[in-house]
């Protein structure tokens, strides 16, 4: 490994390259436009680190993949296994699969302020999912698995639709989601007491 010469030589080509650009003419005003142009870069830069270290926003860069042709019959994506369901950390994931011309489920009933991680997979095509009003909205490309984690501040029915062109049906491809309020979802998903004493 020839690593340290070759930093110490890129060291050298920038000191070279530094000292070259002190004995070019910058005229004033040129200059204020540059320093300018600096200044927006670097707070663009800044938005983009505090977003990714602070707000948790990241390019979609998690690949995970599954085989389309197979995945209805995966452990994960099994049809029983599909809709709302709170894994043994509290997590709460929503499963769902993307085929022509429907989304399965076609009714998800999920809590309001609580955050939810959506699992997509495709069985045939490219498909989207979009919820209009919302920024929530990804792609779901055959043989990978789209992950979104998100949290809906109010309660209400919003529909969930594809937006991608996948056929002759594609204005058909859409299921809803009603948002509860987090108190009355406990109530609906928790059994009732009785039923757990026996
Ligand atoms: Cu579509």
Redesign the pocket.
Known sequence: MQTEPTISKNIQLFREFVSYLRTLHIDNLEQKWITIAMVIIAFLVGIITVDALFHGINPPSKVETIDSASAHLSKEFAEDNLGVQRDENGKIIVRMVALRYSFIPKHLEIPAETPITFRWVSTDVL?GVNIPMTNMSTMIVPGYVAEVTTTFPKPGEYPLL?N???GLG?NH?WSTIAVIAKEDWVAKSTPAPSTLTK
């Open positions: 498909h594809c991608e062109y996948c594609h491809m």
